[in-house]
């Protein structure tokens, strides 16, 4: 139990910390916009022409008796778009991040500094595009799980009691594990640590991930509620995976409004890059 208030705790330290510094918050929300737009486009569309996508798909009930034929493309409809929803609800954290990656990775190292007892933050020395090619990467094979555990539990959604009641609370668990994933992937991929190893140290603290996700998985369900909420998040996940690597986090103390302009971007003084760290527990995974 202790562990799930610990991932709750950095959840909401993220929410403070972005909430202190409202220029990093205001340009953090707009890879989250985009991709809102992005979604809202593709689930109108399904609305809209998904009974007709459904009746091309099933020739085959033509020919059958009124009702059965609307019955079960009504259903057929219902059920595609209830699976999009779910969808959009596990892959939105990874769109979102692939398309706002130097918008986050600029907010997370100035977390970083901003909690770390010698001021710095530990970058990764790769090229941008190399660094953009590494998170899509990473993210088709999130979104390739994600989808697979999508279906999964859709279909387990069937089976009477269970499907109603143990089934969305574990789709509520393994949506949380997924954002947090991704997430911690921003601070995590700038210290060098692999895909494998990753998801070796979230498992290996499950309730500090759960206390972390599941929060954020049932406030994503509400609309608009995760473009606001990202900025946040993306900070909190930073302090996890300064947790799940054992690094020393003080609490930040900078309360001083941004200055003029989106710190973190290319010249910004106050983010200027550190010193590289030495090996730390990073470097065992």
């Known amino acids: 139990m202790r562990d799930l208030g610990a991932g709750f705790g ?34 109108v569309s399904l609305a ?7 009746a091309w ?53 100035r977390v970083d500094r901003d909690v770390s007892p010698d ?17 899509g990467r990473d993210s088709l094979r999130m979104l390739l799980r994600a989808a697979v555990w999508g279906v999964l539990l859709f279909a387990l959604g069937f089976i009477p009691v269970v499907g109603q ?12 594990f997924f954002l947090t994933e991704e997430l911690t992937s921003v601070a995590l991929q700038r210290r060098g640590v692999e895909v494998r190893d990753r998801l070796a140290l979230l498992r290996s603290r499950k309730r500090l991930v759960w206390g972390f996700g599941t929060p954020l998985a049932v406030s994503f369900l509400v609309p608009f509620v995760a473009v606001f909420l990202m900025p946040g998040a993306v900070a909190g996940a930073t302090l996890l995976a300064r947790e799940l690597l054992g690094e020393e986090t003080r609490d930040g103390d900078d309360d001083r409004p941004d200055g003029g302009r989106f710190d973190g971007g290319p010249g910004d003084p106050a983010v200027s890059p550190g010193p590289a760290p030495g090996p730390g527990p990073a470097s065992a995974h």
């Open 10 to 43: 950095h959840l909401l330290r993220g929410q403070r910390w972005v909430a202190r510094h409202g220029r990093s918050y205001g340009f953090g929300l707009l890879p989250g916009l985009i991709t809102l737009v992005l979604y809202a486009v593709a689930l």
């Open 48 to 54: 809209l022409w998904g009974t007709d996508f459904v």
């Open 57 to 109: 798909a099933t020739p085959f009930a033509d020919d059958w008796s009124s009702p059965w034929s609307g019955l079960f493309r009504g259903f057929l409809t219902a059920a595609l778009f209830a699976l999009s929803l779910l969808l959009a609800v596990l892959t939105f954290t990874a769109v979102t991040l692939l398309i706002g990656q130097p918008f986050y990775e600029s907010l997370s190292e």
């Open 119 to 135: 001021g710095t933050a530990p970058e990764s020395n790769l090229p941008l595009l190399r660094e953009l090619w590494i998170s």
């Open 165 to 176: 009641t143990v089934v969305p609370v574990v789709g509520f668990l393994v949506t949380g």
